[in-house]
């Protein structure tokens, strides 16, 4: 089992940035490939970005291309969301994914097997 845990959210201004990280325990993420989802109010929780096990290929949503970067550290079994330029429709909970069986398509959320509980983040304009 892994568990993990999100954390880094908060409240921000419109322009601003934050950094997410998630950060896993009861086995290491090195071989898993993870991805970063949101899920707005009254809305399907929806892709942002994936990264594969070694971090050499990374993958975005149009809307955060340019604005978000994906990063993991395997030594220290973490994955990070940087975000900046932040609009008020990134307003959401930021849920941290792994993909530990592999295969399937790092867009879908049935391709992962791990979940965290989600931070807030929130957008003010």
């Known amino acids: 089992q892994v568990q993990l845990v999100e954390s880094g959210g908060g409240l921000v201004q419109a322009g601003g940035s934050l950094r997410l990280s998630c950060a896993a325990s009861?086995?290491?993420?090195?071989?898993?490939?993870m991805g970063w989802f949101l899920q707005a109010p009254g809305k399907e929780r929806e892709f942002v970005a994936a990264?594969?096990?070694?971090?050499?290929?990374?993958y975005y949503t149009d809307s955060v291309k340019g604005r978000f970067t994906i990063s993991r550290d395997n030594a220290k079994n973490t994955v990070s969301l940087q975000m900046n330029s932040l609009k008020p429709e990134d307003t959401a909970v930021y849920y941290c994914?792994?993909?530990?069986?592999?295969?399937?398509?790092?867009?879908?959320?049935?391709?992962?097997?791990?979940w965290g509980q989600g931070t807030q983040v929130t957008v003010s304009s």
């Open positions: 009861g086995r290491t993420l090195s071989s898993y490939r």
């Open positions: 994914a792994a993909n530990a069986r592999g295969g399937g398509t790092y867009l879908y959320i049935s391709s992962y097997d791990y």
């Open positions: 990264i594969s096990w070694s971090g050499s290929s990374t």
